[in-house]
């Protein structure tokens, strides 16, 4: 089944043949901000674990099996770190590839074993 969907969905995304260019989004010129070269301030612990605490306390859990649940229970130690971390992402615009990981899972819209026409895909994005 997992190779009959990934059949069907990558011929589903593929690039259509009947393109029109220019195309008014996406071959738009660069915008030009007035910040552009404005550096982003550092985060503060106090700020990364105001956010934390701000963020609905779902169990679910994303690609990598972490929930905004479980950051409730991280020792004081680990959040340094991940304040390094994000500070580190932000001031040389780098993303670990782990980030942007996401798991896609099929819901079956009726029958448990169906067609991925009817299914219904969901995305879970990375926590951070």
Same mark, same amino acid.
Request: overall charge negative; glycine content about 0%; charged content about 25%.
């Given at each position: 089944? !997992? *190779?009959?969907?990934?059949?069907?969905?990558?011929?589903?995304?593929? *690039?259509?043949?009947?393109?029109?260019?220019?195309?008014?989004?996406?071959?738009?010129?660069?915008?030009?901000?007035? %910040?552009?070269? *404005?550096?982003?301030?550092?985060?503060?612990?106090? *700020?990364?674990?105001?956010?934390?605490?701000?963020?609905?306390?779902?169990?679910? !859990?994303?690609?990598?099996?972490?929930? %905004?649940?479980?950051? %409730?229970?991280?020792?004081?130690?680990?959040?340094?770190?991940?304040?390094?971390?994000? %500070?580190?992402?932000?001031?040389?615009?780098?993303?670990?590839?782990?980030?942007k990981d996401t798991r896609i899972l099929l819901l079956a819209k009726k029958e448990p074993? !169906?067609?991925?026409?009817?299914?219904?895909?969901?995305?879970?994005?990375?926590?951070?």
């Amino acid at each position: 089944m !997992c *190779e009959i969907t990934a059949d069907y969905y990558e011929e589903f995304f593929k *690039e259509p043949i009947n393109i029109y260019r220019p195309h008014p989004y996406t071959d738009a010129p660069d915008v030009e901000w007035d %910040n552009y070269d *404005e550096k982003i301030p550092l985060a503060s612990l106090d *700020e990364v674990l105001d956010i934390v605490r701000s963020r609905r306390k779902k169990k679910s !859990c994303d690609s990598h099996g972490l929930s %905004n649940y479980m950051f %409730n229970s991280l020792p004081p130690s680990y959040w340094s770190i991940l304040v390094q971390i994000i %500070n580190h992402s932000f001031s040389d615009a780098i993303v670990p590839k782990k980030w942007k990981d996401t798991r896609i899972l099929l819901l079956a819209k009726k029958e448990p074993i !169906c067609h991925p026409v009817s299914t219904r895909p969901i995305s879970l994005l990375d926590v951070f």
